[in-house]
């Protein structure tokens, strides 16, 4: 085996992509474009410029998206690694970043939609402080909603859901596949 290979390139056992999977193909690509992040609901969201990569790995059994922005001013990176479970049914999602998952991995899973959105269910444990200043460990949620448009759009949302249930839009990122030269 060479030894330039990664889980990109690397040989696998065949696969037998489905309709999920084949829907996740279609992300594959270079892509560029406008972020909006929420850090408060009610207030102006922070613009900023995301630039990702998707690719496919093991033989098409995943979808790996590779990406980097700004946020709050300071550079941050992610990769969020998607797939769809055949056994159970729902997709299934492992997130990392720089900025939001400080070191945390945030595990997804959702059940396919008739609207051919991918929707992934995880939460997170946040510290608040109560009334009394007492610092609280809380369970969020956090729900990341990923759909195409068009071959050449793709529109990354996500979800802020509170201990008690609101849901509030945290982030919205819309792609534009950047094309060769």
Known sequence: MSQDWNATNA???QFDAGPQHQLLHRMTGDWEG???TWFDPAATPEE????ARIEPLLGGRFVRVDYHSTAMGKPHAGQLILGFDKTEE???AAWVDSFHMSANMMLSTGAPREDGHVSVLGGYTASMCD???V???QQWGW?????????DTLVLQSFNIWPEGREDRAVETRLTRRRQA
Do not use: L, M, N, Y
């Open 11 to 13: 040989p696998t056992t």
């Open 34 to 36: 406008p972020t909006r």
């Open 48 to 51: 900023s410029r995301t630039h």
């Open 90 to 92: 729902h997709f299934t």
């Open 131 to 133: 009334e009394q200043g």
């Open 135 to 137: 610092t609280q460990k």
């Open 143 to 151: 729900r990341t909603v990923i759909h195409q448009p068009d071959a």
